[in-house]
Structure formats: structure tokens, C-alpha cells
């Protein structure tokens, strides 16, 4: 009975392990996830989202970790915009934050940000360094990109390629417009703009990743107030285009208002990929919405060809 009992619980065992290494989703609230790898954790930077008022309106931002993509450690704030002198400088009344994107480099730590109004333009984007992954932030003391003839400067994602060149890139919603330049290598300063053309069905929220050089540019097609908000993808054998439109790799089929503004990351030890993104994961699938936004995570399948395999978003 005994050895039963033993094959049993090691038959179990085995079969539960893959569970737990994959979160129930959502793991975390917020929207507009940048998941990253920094000294052997899981590091997520979202909107901070805490309440419905303030869901496209956060005043600071907050950081996740997790050692294990389960469980996850919210910090204390690592920015706020309180903090950023030239925001206050301007007059406005109304600014707010969201849609973080974080690179690292030398061992520092640059966090870049949207910052609201969104539209009517000016919208303009900020970045800010620290020492480590979960700050506190300083800002540069000027914003990094300002929007304007249409161009709307949000969802700001950085992609450093093997030669050690960073590109930004940002733009969409209503100009729909994805732009890219290259950073400059103290990471704070736009340098030479790059020519691009904007892929089909593109939104907004731009992210790029790159695969035995096969480079991925995927983004939110829809708006978050549309029912067909989904993750598309393009690629190219560079990380400017030209684009080869793939079509979409993430939507809810009408289970979820959602998903959208995602990033994908790997695991450091067995290269798994994931995908990261946010959604309303309640059942109502037309706007307008109830409840936040939330983040979820899952793995990510690649073909023989390197095309990605379609996702679904997942509750629970
Ligand atoms: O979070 C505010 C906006 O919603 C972002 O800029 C878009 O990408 C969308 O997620």
C-alpha cells in the first residue's frame, strides 16, 4: 500500500508541476504591462490603476516582482508625479501618467512614460533613471518627446538589438501613428529618427522582441473601447520594417472586453516566451465597461516557421 500510495503521490506531483509554474490570471491590476527580467526576477511595470476613476488617470507608478510568475509583490510607489518638476511647470491642471515602458543598461534603470492629455495633443513622454529595478525613479527634468501635427507621443517601449543599438518607438490612438527613432547611448536623448511605416491595423502600444533574427513588432488594434481590441503582429529581418503583416495573435473571441497593450518576455533559464497583457476580465464584452483593467500572463508557442501561435485570453 504503501509503495501505491508513493507512486501515486509522485504521479500527482508531476502532473501538478506544470500548474504551478503558470499563474491564474489576472496576476496583477493594472494595464499596459512591461514585463522584464532583471537580476533573476519577474519585473512588471503597469498603469497603476487603483481605482476606476483613476484607471486611465494614475498619479504615480508602481512596480511588480515575482520570482516565480505567481505569486507577485507589488512596491511602493517608484514615481510620482508630484515628483516630475517640468509636469507641474507647464500650468495645466489635468496631467496623469500611464503606459510605462523600462530598459535597463549598465546597471541602470530607465523607466519611460506617457504622460496626459493624450489628445488634444501636445501628449508628450518622460523618462526617468534609477539604480534599481524598483526605483525611486528621478525624472530627467524635461520630457524625452512631444507629440503634435497629429502625432500622438504615448505607449513609449524601448528594444536594444544585439549591437547594443536602442530604438524607441511610440505613437498611436488617434493618429494611429507608430514612429521610431534611435536612442542615443546615455538612454535619455532622442537621436536620428528612422522612416517607418506604420503596419496594418495598428493602434497603439508598440512592442518589439527579436528571435533568432527574426524581429516581432506587435501592437493593439481596435482601442480599448472597441469590441475588437486585440494584440496584432508584424515582422521583419529588422528592427524598422519593412513590416510582414501576420494578422492577430491575441483576442478574446468575445469571452472578455480586451486584450490589449501587451509585451512579451522569456524566461531566463528555459526560454520559454510569454506574453503579458491587459484585459476586463469580466464577462460583458461591450463597452461600456464595467470594473479595471487587470494584467494577465501566458506562455507564448512558436511554429516551425516562427509564426506565433494564437492565444486566448484565460480567467482563473
Ligand atoms: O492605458 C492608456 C492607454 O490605453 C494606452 O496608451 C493604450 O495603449 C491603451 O492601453
Known amino acids: 500500500l504503501t509503495t501505491t500510495c508513493r507512486s501515486l503521490f509522485l504521479f500527482l ?10 499563474a491564474a490570471n489576472p496576476v496583477f491590476p493594472g494595464a499596459d504591462p512591461h514585463v522584464a527580467v532583471f537580476e533573476g526576477k519577474y519585473w512588471a511595470y503597469p498603469t497603476h490603476t487603483p481605482d476606476r476613476r483613476a484607471q486611465f488617470h494614475a498619479f504615480d507608478f508602481v512596480a511588480y516582482s515575482s520570482d516565480d510568475l505567481v505569486d507577485w509583490k507589488a512596491s ?27 530598459a535597463e543598461k549598465d546597471g541602470k534603470y530607465y523607466l519611460y512614460y506617457s504622460v496626459g492629455p493624450q489628445n488634444p495633443t501636445p501628449s508628450r513622454i518622460g523618462v526617468a533613471v534609477s539604480d534599481r529595478p524598483d ?15 497629429g502625432f500622438e507621443a504615448i505607449d513609449p517601449m524601448v528594444f536594444q538589438d544585439k549591437d547594443g543599438t536602442a530604438y524607441f518607438y511610440a505613437g498611436g490612438s488617434a493618429g494611429a501613428k ?31 522582441h527579436e528571435i533568432d533574427g527574426t ?19 508584424a515582422t521583419s529581418s529588422s528592427p524598422v520594417g519593412p ?29 520559454q516566451w510569454y506574453i503579458a497583457y491587459h484585459y476586463w476580465p469580466s464577462k460583458k464584452t461591450e463597452p461600456p465597461l464595467t470594473g479595471l483593467r487587470q494584467c494577465a500572463i501566458q506562455p507564448v508557442t512558436f511554429g516551425s516557421d516562427g509564426k506565433i501561435e494564437k492565444i486566448v485570453p484565460t480567467r482563473g
Open 215 to 233: 524581429y516581432y513588432l506587435s501592437y493593439s488594434h481596435g482601442g480599448w473601447n472597441n469590441p475588437n481590441y486585440s494584440v496584432h503582429y
Open 135 to 149: 526605483g525611486p525613479f528621478k525624472d530627467i527634468g524635461k520630457p524625452l518627446l512631444t507629440g503634435g501635427d
Open 76 to 102: 511602493e510607489p517608484i514615481l510620482k508625479i508630484e515628483d516630475i518638476d517640468w509636469i507641474k511647470a507647464d500650468g495645466a491642471p489635468n496631467h496623469w501618467l500611464w503606459a510605462p515602458g523600462i
Open 178 to 208: 507608430l514612429r521610431i527613432w534611435k536612442l542615443k547611448p546615455n538612454m535619455v536623448e532622442l537621436g536620428e529618427e528612422i522612416t517607418v511605416d506604420t503596419p496594418p491595423n495598428f493602434t497603439e502600444g508598440a512592442f518589439m
Open 243 to 271: 513590416w510582414d503583416y501576420q494578422g492577430p495573435i491575441l483576442n478574446s473571441r468575445g469571452r472578455f472586453q480586451g486584450p490589449g497593450h501587451h509585451s512579451f518576455f522569456q524566461h531566463p533559464k528555459s526560454g
Open 13 to 22: 506531483a508531476a502532473a501538478l508541476l506544470p500548474l504551478a509554474a503558470q
